[in-house]
């Protein structure tokens, strides 16, 4: 589905394959929802962009960042899901000094709707200030992710404190692996807007690389805060372990005393045997009997 956005009145348009032309690419934002493709190459054809660069990702975990002359290619993820089903989708977001191309899944749709809505606040919108405002919006969803990263955290704490399935320990070290993969697209993400910050791309205007100072600023946030947790969950381990080998020992002290007791009630009740053994009055009854016996 391709759609046209003017960045200078904001006004939204949806365009069929044949009547999008080379003379339309001028102060425009072309979108490009679940690409087919023919879209693809057409667009590649009127945009002079490469195909291979609008191409989606089959990986989403690709974050990275290619400066060309006349445009940059800005591969970023739109993070869905972290725990229950880890779900991350690729997003492309290409720009130069008059034309942004986006290419997302449908699915993704929601995030590049509350950007569109901060055009409407400015008038002539440049094409590097719409990505920003796309990659700004990608970001600031993550702290919905780490309000639930917070809320598992703190339930993991209070299964470790009530009981000690041997599950539970497999359940803490897929949370931490699935936040060192969430902290490694926060970490790529970072470096990629850092760049950004320091290109010296004619199509990269002072006014877009201050603003990505909010989002490099948020993105280092939220690495810390996702090593804190992390962190966390680290030390829940240890007093899971702490809490078992507290109740190992108690078992050992209690299986001690249980034996101590054993051994004492043994020796009392096989001590008569042992004295009467020790000085033969076995067979001194033995010979009775027989005497008896004979007579």
């Known amino acids: 589905m391709l759609r046209l956005v003017s960045l200078s009145d904001n006004v939204e348009l949806k365009i069929k394959l044949k009547d999008l032309k080379a003379t339309q690419l001028t102060g425009i934002w072309l979108e490009d929802v679940d690409p087919t493709k023919e879209e693809l190459q057409k667009v590649a054809d009127i945009s002079g962009i490469q195909r291979g660069f609008l191409q989606l990702p089959e990986s989403g975990n690709i974050v990275n960042l290619k400066i060309e002359p006349d445009f940059g290619v800005t591969n970023f993820v739109v993070v869905k899901e972290i725990f229950a089903a880890k779900k991350i989708n690729p997003i492309v977001l290409t720009f130069s000094k008059g034309v942004i191309v986006t290419v997302s899944k449908n699915e993704d749709q929601g995030i590049v709707n509350l950007a569109k809505k901060r055009l409407d606040k400015i008038r002539v919108n440049q094409p590097a200030v719409t990505a920003f405002y796309v990659l700004d919006e990608i970001v600031s969803n993550h702290f919905v992710h780490l309000e639930h990263i917070e809320d598992l955290a703190s339930s993991l704490e ?9 599950t539970l320990v497999k359940r803490i070290m897929k949370s931490k692996s699935r936040l060192t993969s969430f902290n490694k697209i926060l970490w790529y993400g970072r470096g990629l807007v850092f760049n950004l910050k320091k290109s010296d791309a004619l199509y990269l205007s002072s006014k877009a690389k201050a603003l990505f100072d909010s989002t490099h600023e948020y993105l280092t946030r939220q690495i810390d805060i996702v090593e804190t947790y992390r962190e966390i969950l680290s030390d829940s381990i240890n007093a899971y372990l702490s809490t078992v080998s507290n109740k190992i020992n108690f078992s050992i002290m209690a299986l001690t005393v249980v034996t101590l007791y054993l051994t004492a009630i043994t020796t009392i009740t096989c001590f008569p045997k042992t004295v009467a053994t020790f000085f033969g009055i076995s067979q001194f009854g033995n010979t009775n009997t027989l005497i008896i016996f004979t007579i």
Request: proline share 11%; glycine share 0%; no cysteine.
């Open 158 to 166: 209070e299964e470790v404190v009530e009981k000690t399935e041997p």
